[in-house]
T-cell receptor, first 114, second 112 residues
Framework: GAVVSQHPSWVICKSGTSVKIECRSL??????MFWYRQFPKQSLMLMAT?????????EQGVEKDKFLINHASLTLSTLTVTSAHPEDSSFYIC??????????FGPGTRLTVL | QKEVEQDPGPLSVPEGAIVSLNCTYS??????FMWYRQYSRKGPELLMY????GNKEDGRFTAQVDKSSKYISLFIRDSQPSDSATYLC????????????FGPGTSLSVIP
C-alpha cells in the first residue's frame, strides 16, 4: 500500500511563533496533496489542495496568509502555520492522491499552541 | 440537509458480533465510495473503495452501495477489539478527485 509520512507527529510552540509541518509520499509520486484539520470527535475539514509546482487552492474561510502551503516536489508538501495562536491548536492531517486508488493519509500532526 | 450523513454513535458491540455502519447522501452524482478507519490520534486508513453500485468484499469487511437509495454500508464480520475505531465514509463524483466529501464518522467499540 501507499505510505504517507508526516513530521513532526507532535509539536508544542509558543503563541506568535511559526510551525512547519512536512508531508511526504514515500513510495509514489503525488501531484496532488491535501491538508485537513480535525478537532476532537469531529470529522476532517479540508483546508487546502496542494498541487506540485503551483499555488495551493484554499477552502473558503481558510486564511492563506496564515496557513502557507508549499508543494515543491512530487513527494513533499509543507504546511506552515504562521504566528500561531492557541485557537490554531488542532490535529493536522495531510493526504496524497494516488490516481485510481484515492487518498492516502499521513499519521497526523498534533499542534498545541501555548 | 448535509451532503453526507452518518450516525455518530458511539456504537458498542461484543466481540464476534456483526457490525453494520451506514451513510446516506444527497448528491446523486457521487460515484466513488470509500470507507476509512481512524484510530485515536492517527490519520485515516483506507479500508474499502467501490465504484458505483454493488458489493465488494475484503476479508471480514463488506462494502455495499445502493445508489437508488443513496445509501452505503460497511459490514464487519466477526468483529475484534482491534476494530475499535472511528469509521468514516467518503464519496466523490467521477471527476472531482479533489472534492471528497467525508461523513462525520461513527465511533465503534468492540468489547472483549
Amino acid at each position: 500500500g501507499a505510505v504517507v509520512s508526516q513530521h513532526p507527529s507532535w509539536v508544542i510552540c509558543k503563541s506568535g511563533t511559526s510551525v512547519k509541518i512536512e508531508c511526504r509520499s514515500l513510495d509514489f509520486q503525488a501531484t496532488t496533496m491535501f491538508w485537513y484539520r480535525q478537532f476532537p470527535k469531529q470529522s476532517l475539514m479540508l483546508m487546502a489542495t496542494s498541487n506540485e509546482g503551483s499555488k495551493a487552492t484554499y477552502e473558503q474561510g481558510v486564511e492563506k496568509d496564515k496557513f502557507l502551503i508549499n508543494h515543491a516536489s512530487l513527494t513533499l508538501s509543507t504546511l506552515t502555520v504562521t504566528s500561531a495562536h492557541p485557537e490554531d491548536s488542532s490535529f493536522y492531517i495531510c493526504s496524497a492522491y494516488r490516481a485510481g486508488i484515492e487518498q492516502f493519509f499521513g499519521p497526523g500532526t498534533r499542534l498545541t499552541v501555548l | 440537509q448535509k451532503e453526507v450523513e452518518q450516525d455518530p454513535g458511539p456504537l458498542s458491540v461484543p466481540e464476534g458480533a456483526i457490525v453494520s455502519l451506514n451513510c446516506t447522501y444527497s448528491n446523486s452524482a457521487f460515484q466513488y465510495f470509500m470507507w476509512y478507519r481512524q484510530y485515536s490520534r492517527k490519520g485515516p486508513e483506507l479500508l474499502m473503495y467501490t465504484y458505483s453500485s454493488g458489493n465488494k468484499e475484503d476479508g471480514r469487511f463488506t462494502a455495499q452501495v445502493d445508489k437508488s437509495s443513496k445509501y452505503i454500508s460497511l459490514f464487519i464480520r466477526d468483529s475484534q477489539p482491534s476494530d475499535s475505531a472511528t469509521y468514516l465514509c467518503a464519496m466523490r463524483t467521477k471527476t472531482s478527485y479533489d472534492k471528497v466529501i467525508f461523513g462525520p464518522g461513527t465511533s465503534l467499540s468492540v468489547i472483549p
